[in-house]
T-cell receptor, first 114, second 112 residues
């Protein structure tokens, strides 16, 4: 079954305590990305990666880091989380090349920073 | 800057009627447009794709149109059911390697 798996699904953390949200896909997709979703603001892209060792900033990259050492994994790192990073986060993947390839989203990670 | 607008934040309709959702865009020349469904607290799920050279696409009770002159896509759900209640997102893309741009979504409620 095609899947994008992200962990943890729910997390409450304190300001400044580094955390990593993992993301893994089993479809051999080249393209992976992270979004955050906030009320009234919709989905906003944080970072994306077109392939291993290739990453690019999205619309709201400040305060986040990513890495793409393997094709299947694309972790999101918050080095020093702040309350304004409280949000619902989605990892996503799709195949490259063709126009209109479907994006597959993970189930989401609810992050609260206090 | 590019802008995507979905007609309203929320839309309420009676069961059995046709729901019509609108996606308008400016300062953008998409090669394709997609519609996604999102249930509360869940990830968006792909529904339909329409390319710039296509006028209309159908899938079961769903129909999407794409008018590149008006810069608009319409998404229709015929014979709507309470189970169709969700938020619907439109997303625009250019080449196969560029990020999609998402609208903020329209929350549809189908009332029995």
């Amino acid at each position: 079954e095609a899947q994008v798996t992200q962990n943890p699904r729910y997390l409450i953390t304190v300001t400044g305590k580094k955390l990593t949200v993992t993301c893994s896909q089993n479809m051999n997709h080249e393209y992976m990305s992270w979004y955050r979703q906030d009320p009234g603001l919709g989905l906003r892209q944080i970072y994306y990666s077109m392939n291993v060792e290739v990453t690019d900033k999205g619309d709201v990259p400040e305060g986040y880091k990513v890495s793409r050492k393997e094709k299947r994994n694309f972790p999101l790192i918050l080095e020093s989380p702040s309350p304004n990073q409280t949000s619902l986060y989605f990892c996503a993947s799709r195949a490259q090349g063709m126009k209109g390839n479907t994006i597959y989203f993970g189930e989401g990670s609810w992050l609260t920073v206090v | 800057s590019q802008k995507i607008e979905q007609n309203s934040e929320a839309l309420n309709i009676q069961e059995g009627k046709t729901a019509t959702l609108t996606c308008n865009y400016t300062n953008y020349s998409p090669a394709y447009l997609q519609w996604y469904r999102q249930d509360p607290g869940r990830g968006p799920v792909f529904l339909l794709l329409i390319r710039e050279n296509e006028k209309e696409k159908r899938k079961e009770r769903l129909k999407v149109t794409f008018d590149t002159t008006l810069k608009q896509s319409l998404f229709h759900i015929t014979a709507s059911q309470p189970a169709d209640s969700a938020t619907y997102l439109c997303a625009l893309g250019q080449s196969g390697n560029t990020p999609l741009v998402f609208g903020k979504g329209t929350r549809l409620s189908v009332i029995a």
